[in-house]
């Protein structure tokens, strides 16, 4: 029973399909540039979401997806999600804690997940929502300062979040895909620990066994910090965020992952360890 991954060159994408495939199941990745996907054992096809076509082709006789949502709008989420029920059972979607404030207007993040989701829950199709709160992957972003002087600009130093390792987002997606007791659920995943951003650049200092840390900067100066990689829609919808969490008491981390996986979330710092080449430079 084939399993097709949608993301599969991304961080948690490219672990789910190794795994499915280490596990002996068929896997079928679709990728927008195949000569790039290095994806041994997987069977990789060329496509986008944004082409229903190419979506079509590549879901054909596939028992179940994982889908991990790469646009910036949620306008075409029920077209892909009908394509997708067309051929498939099952669906597990890497969506976003954002989603669960998704009603507000002010949460442009939640607006595009919640579309998604509601256009998923609509069809026929047994899918499984994750919901992770922040990214420990996110953090890459921070590894050319670390590796230029070891230091970290940014606004909102005190906002805490519970960060989470790819490899257990990608190992409950795959406990979804592969075994029953999981149709219908919202998993709401994090870290075990929250940890403020000054933490968090501290840790990564620890670990790597250099001299790291955070200057708070402006919003402004942070925003034109973001505006060098993402959009200014969603740079002002991060700082808004990043605000509203400073002001307030951190989330409790769930025991989620464990729960479904029966391995606790790995911390913060094992992530960093996995990753470290990427902040020294070696």
């Known amino acids: 029973m084939t399993s097709l991954v949608i993301g599969a060159t991304g961080n948690v994408g490219r672990r789910v399909a190794v795994r499915l495939s280490e596990l002996g199941r068929p896997v079928r990745a679709l990728v927008r540039r195949p000569e ?16 229903v076509d190419s979506l079509r082709a590549a879901v054909k006789g596939v028992e179940s997806v994982f889908l991990m949502w790469p646009l910036v709008s949620g306008d075409p989420a029920a077209a892909i999600a009908d394509t997708i029920a067309g051929s498939a059972r099952r669906l597990v979607l890497l969506s976003s804690a954002a989603a669960q404030y998704g009603d507000d207007p002010g949460n442009v993040i939640g607006q595009v997940h919640l579309a ?20 420990a992957a996110n953090t890459l972003s921070w590894a050319p300062h670390i590796r230029k002087d070891g230091v970290v600009r940014g606004a909102y130093g005190s906002m805490h979040s519970t960060l989470i390792h790819e490899a257990d987002m990608a190992a409950v997606a ?3 895909l592969t075994s029953d007791g999981h149709v219908g659920a919202k998993y709401d995943l994090t870290g075990p620990a929250a940890l403020t951003q000054v933490e968090q650049v501290r840790v990564i200092g620890e670990v790597i066994g250099r001299e790291t840390r955070w200057e708070e900067v402006s919003r402004e100066v942070a925003r034109e910090l973001l505006l060098e990689r993402i959009p200014a829609k969603y740079a002002d919808a991060m700082l808004d965020a990043y605000a509203r969490l400073a002001g307030r008491e951190p989330d409790q981390p769930t025991t989620t992952v464990e729960e479904v996986t029966g391995v606790p979330a790995r911390t913060y710092a094992q992530w960093v360890a ?4 990427e902040f020294t430079g070696s």
């Open 36 to 51: 790039r996907a290095d994806l041994p054992g997987v069977e990789v096809v060329p496509g986008d979401l944004s082409d």
């Open 274 to 277: 996995d990753h470290a080449a």
């Open 116 to 135: 998604v989701e509601k256009a998923i829950e609509r069809t026929s199709l047994e899918w499984t929502f994750l919901q992770p709160h922040g990214f």
């Open 174 to 176: 795959v406990a979804a």
